[in-house]
């Protein structure tokens, strides 16, 4: 592994590439559906503070996600900027535990309430970059990190976590364990092995189910469905060395339409939002990988 000096400026590249960026967009989706399903103002105060506390909350947790796994990498990504010798660890550790406190400030500014789902969200974080190689139940705790950003943005606008917000939630969960299984595997050219991702489909029921109350939901559910079917299929097919990335890219991707199909029933408005998030993302990771 080379060292990084740190005489020299590290590029914006290599800070944009450490924090995944590219995915910011589904953070900012999951607050806007949150706000909206739990009854808030997705423009007002409370939200944008969460938004913002978010953003550093995932940035900070994708930096740690290195940093931690830099003797991994070394190995078998020696491309990644810490064992290219771009930034050193030392660095990205402070710059990661420095973000999470960020975070941790603001959702304080707004509640009691709010700044302890922010310390649940930040320990879900830390826990999954220090033991997710390996880790079967890793995909779990990945989606309890999503899971808490929603009951983070609701407890910032509202003070409180109602019941739709967590419905919404799990099926949020859901979706993460679907696409983090798929980030895990190193090989999925057997049918048999795609079974997890069976998982995919909550959002999907719960949208399902919510068309017979809100017809207009109806709009947002193909969306989700095709996106969904067309990752699983690059992931069966393998017809190129980078399938597995690019499938997890755009279930990444995808998390913003499970936003849309999740909030839709209360807010056209936030899901044709949340709509604008999946393009965002999918426009920002031909820059910036999502993986």
């Not at 900027?81 to 420095?98: K, L, R, T």
């Not at 309430?113 to 930040?122: D, F, M, S, Y």
């Not at 809100?214 to 947002?220: D, G, S, T, Y």
């Amino acid at each position: 592994m080379r060292a990084a000096t740190t005489s020299r400026a590290v590029p914006l590249a290599t800070l944009l590439r450490l924090g995944r960026v590219s995915n910011l967009p589904t953070v900012w989706t999951n607050v806007v559906a949150a706000t909206a399903i739990a009854g808030g103002d997705p423009l007002g105060p409370g939200s944008a503070l969460a938004l913002v506390a978010m953003t550093l909350f995932y940035v900070g947790g994708m930096y740690l996600n290195d940093a931690f796994d830099r003797g991994i990498d070394a190995r078998e990504r020696p491309g990644r900027p810490i064992p290219a010798g771009e930034i050193a660890a030392s660095s990205v550790f402070g710059i990661g535990f420095g973000l999470l406190g960020g975070g941790l400030v603001l959702m304080a500014l707004r509640s009691p309430a709010a700044l302890a789902w922010g310390l649940a969200l930040c320990a879900a974080i830390v826990l999954y970059d220090l033991h997710h190689k390996g880790n079967p139940f890793s995909p779990l705790v990945m989606s309890l990190c999503r899971l808490l950003v929603y009951a983070g943005a609701a407890a910032a606008a509202v003070g409180s976590v109602p019941a739709a917000v967590w419905i919404a939630a799990v099926a949020m969960a859901a979706h993460v364990v679907g696409l983090t299984y798929a980030a895990k595997q190193e090989s999925l050219n057997r049918v048999e092995r795609l079974w997890p991702l069976a998982i995919l489909a909550l959002p999907l029921a719960v949208g399902a189910w919510q068309v017979f109350g809100h017809w207009w939901v109806a709009a947002f559910w193909p969306a989700l469905a095709a996106a969904d079917w067309l990752a699983v299929a690059m992931l069966r097919r393998r017809a190129s060395p980078d399938a597995v990335p690019s499938a997890v890219a755009a279930l990444i991707a995808g998390i913003a339409l499970v936003d849309a199909l999740m909030v839709a029933p209360v807010s056209l408005a936030a899901a044709a939002l949340c709509v604008c998030g999946y393009a965002a993302t999918r426009l920002a990771q031909r820059i910036v990988p999502g993986t």
